[in-house]
């Protein structure tokens, strides 16, 4: 896309400035010469979603299929349990060999990233780098991450699942594991990442947990974040109604599978904590009966909380996302028994010019069985989601870091506008 030449004896006026910040230009004079009356033509969403954001027309060229209906699989996509029980349960695990690096944290924590194999030597070093975040308990295993995995390796990325303190069978060093509001584990990783390969650029996927660990890393980094782009799924936003919505009705049996799940991991690492000092209350964590009380025992204690009601009201990324300042995309369905949509911070990523939204009418919780590849097959949002991060790498476009910049590219064209 052209703007109209310059010449020596006709000087158009400068239009206002509405560019989106930039922090990098690949090709600065073509960025600014840029007619900002030109644009792409695309068609409309198709009414079945619902888009959103503030970003929401600088990101709509780059999704192929969002004209297209969301039709979930018949029968299986109908019934929001039934959806999603059935991706937990019988999506296929597509088979990935990874090679694993055990990463010491600051506090001689250790988190695992998992890399696939053959890749440090297959890539080059300048291939944009995916990390992964998994849910809850969730790690390299888990076939909705093995699905995107392979999905962007087809691509040319290179990626690595970063998982999480005792996630993914990864060793247990201190007795801390991880909650929905720290982020230490995340900068160190991300630290870690850019200086193994600082030619590449970086970007995140998260998804229900690990999509709220994620917005607030986002939201606490803000301006300085190295990321380049961020896409987050299923993400319960306000741990608050979460919470409230877990302990309701069938969602009960949500809350005791994740609650089996955390009482496991910490099974096997209980001895960390004897004769430590502090509140935790190792019997609760033992026999807990729901998320909430293993968050009472552990969570809050090993993170400073005064209470769970405490722990979780300060864990929120609804709170946080209008700090953002890399591009992100949100993708939550509307039936969501574990992520409800009323936690969604609808109105702050109307605001902010770096966020787009889009909602689907169904898809359960980590879900999504439409589309091409169901019912068997990848989650729907996969290629959304390469979509939208191939958009970024294409124009490699970051926001800025300060207004200065801005100042900079106004004062960039005013010069153009001059020759």
């Known amino acids: 896309m052209a703007g109209a030449p310059l010449t020596t004896t006709f000087k158009p006026p400068l239009p206002p400035l509405h560019l989106t910040p930039f922090r990098r230009f690949r090709t600065p ?3 600014a010469c840029l007619s900002p009356t030109t644009k792409p033509t695309m068609p409309d969403p198709h009414p079945s ?4 954001g ?4 600088r990101f709509l060229p780059a999704f192929k299929t969002l004209h297209l209906p969301y039709s979930p699989f018949p029968i299986i996509g109908w019934n929001r349990h039934i959806e999603t029980m059935f991706a937990a349960f019988y999506r296929s695990v597509p088979d990935v060999r990874y090679r694993r690096e055990c990463l010491r944290t600051q506090d001689d924590g250790t988190v695992a990233l998992d890399w696939v194999g053959g890749d440090h030597r297959r890539l080059s070093a300048d291939v944009p780098i995916l990390i992964l975040l998994p849910g809850l308990t969730g790690g390299s295993q ?3 991450v093995r699905h995107m995995l392979v999905r962007a390796r087809s691509r040319g990325w290179r990626t690595v699942v970063f998982n999480s303190r005792g996630c993914g069978n990864s060793p247990v060093t201190t007795p801390q594991f991880y909650s929905g509001s720290f982020i230490g584990d995340m900068r160190e990783v991300v630290a870690h990442i850019s200086a193994k390969y600082p030619k590449a650029s970086l970007y995140a996927v998260g998804w229900s947990l690990g999509g709220n660990i994620l917005v607030n890393y986002l939201g606490k980094e803000s301006n300085t974040c190295p990321l380049s782009g961020a896409v987050s799924l299923c993400n319960p936003f306000n741990l608050v109604i979460a919470d409230v919505n877990l302990r309701k009705g069938f969602n009960n049996i949500y809350n005791r599978s994740l609650k089996r799940a955390l009482c496991r991991i910490f099974s ?3 001895l960390l904590f004897e ?18 009380e293993y968050d009472e025992a552990i969570t809050r204690v090993s993170f400073g909380f005064k209470s769970v009601d405490d722990y979780y009201s300060n864990s929120c990324s609804s709170d946080l996302i209008k700090h953002v300042r890399v591009p992100l995309l949100c993708v939550q369905a509307a039936n969501d028994p574990i992520a409800p949509i009323s936690g969604t ?3 702050d990523i109307k605001e902010n010019p770096n966020c787009m939204l889009i909602v689907t009418p169904k898809g359960g919780h980590l879900g999504w069985v439409a589309g091409d590849d169901a019912p068997y097959g990848a989650p729907w949002t996969d290629s959304l989601v390469m979509d939208f991060l191939e958009h970024l790498e294409k124009d490699a476009s970051k926001p800025l870091e300060s207004s200065s910049n801005i100042e900079d590219t106004q004062q960039s064209l005013e010069i153009l506008q001059q020759i």
């Open 29 to 31: 004079i073509a960025a």
């Open 49 to 52: 979603l619902e888009v959103s």
């Open 54 to 57: 503030g970003a929401r027309d």
């Open 142 to 144: 888990d076939s909705y």
């Open 268 to 270: 096997k690492h209980a």
């Open 275 to 292: 004769d430590i000092e502090g509140e935790y209350n190792i019997p609760m964590a033992m026999n807990a009966q729901t998320v909430r």
């Open 345 to 347: 911070p609808f109105h």
